[in-house]
């Protein structure tokens, strides 16, 4: 089973500030790595797939990049609506598995 | 826009059975490949199962085989997760999501809300 280790678990963060977040797997994944948001009593929504692949409708602040083991989610310029639980996803092997998350509050 | 929507979670017994459901709309539902996972409360998503477009293959996260088992009517835009021998780890919210890719699990692009599953005696 492929393990992905996310750091922080947690950071609170002032609007405008660049925000990095990252996930270690624990054997290469390629660019089989997606990053999620998930927002309190909601479902979790994707906003990047293939480690730097942009979604549509997603906001442009949001961006991704990595190959291989280390991969890195950055939020250029935070805003109050990006508060949120990000997680990263590996579809490399089965089972797919989820990092642990990084709970982003805003202050 | 994909819309998902599960139903059927409730409270159980350990021991008991439940059948959830996830109604798809607003895309091909028999060209694509759906997976559910589950969330328990205040934790990470973990993932459960997938079954090809067509049903022909399906995984399974290795503590829920022999216990659960994913199936889907394409006919009625349907997907299922039969959940037997239910224990109190599987307490959690589940949720359907689709693959982009019909064939092998790829990325999970849209989600449905949820049902919650409480095993609880």
């Known amino acids: 089973e492929i393990v992905l280790s996310q750091s922080p678990d947690f950071q609170s963060v002032t609007p405008k500030e660049k925000v990095t977040i990252t996930c270690r797997a624990s054997?290469?994944?390629?660019?089989?790595l997606h990053w999620y948001q998930q927002k309190p009593d909601q479902s979790p929504e994707l906003i990047i797939k293939?480690?730097?692949r942009s979604i549509s409708g997603v906001p442009s602040r949001f961006s991704g990049s990595g190959s291989g083991t280390d991969f890195t989610l950055t939020i250029n310029s935070l805003e109050a609506e990006d508060a949120a639980t990000y997680y990263c996803l590996q579809s490399s092997s089965l089972p797919l598995t989820f990092g642990q998350g990084t709970k982003l509050e805003i202050k | 826009q994909a819309q998902l929507v599960e139903s059927g979670g409730g409270l159980v017994q350990p021991g008991g059975s439940l059948r959830l459901s996830c109604s798809a709309s607003?895309?091909?539902?028999?060209?694509?490949?759906m997976h559910w996972v589950r969330q328990a409360p205040g934790k990470g998503p973990e993932w459960v199962a997938f079954i090809r477009f067509d049903g022909s293959t399906k995984y399974y996260l290795e503590s829920v085989k022999g216990r659960f088992s994913i199936s889907r009517d394409n006919s009625k835009n349907t997907l299922f997760l039969q959940m037997n021998s239910l224990r109190l780890e599987d307490t959690a919210f589940y949720f359907c999501?689709?693959?982009?890719?019909?064939?092998?699990?790829?990325?999970?692009?849209?989600w449905g809300r949820g049902t919650l599953v409480t095993v609880s005696s």
């Open positions: 999501a689709k693959d982009e890719s019909p064939r092998a699990y790829s990325v999970l692009d849209q």
């Open positions: 054997q290469s994944i390629d660019n089989l």
């Open positions: 607003g895309f091909s539902f028999s060209l694509y490949g």
């Open positions: 293939f480690a730097s």
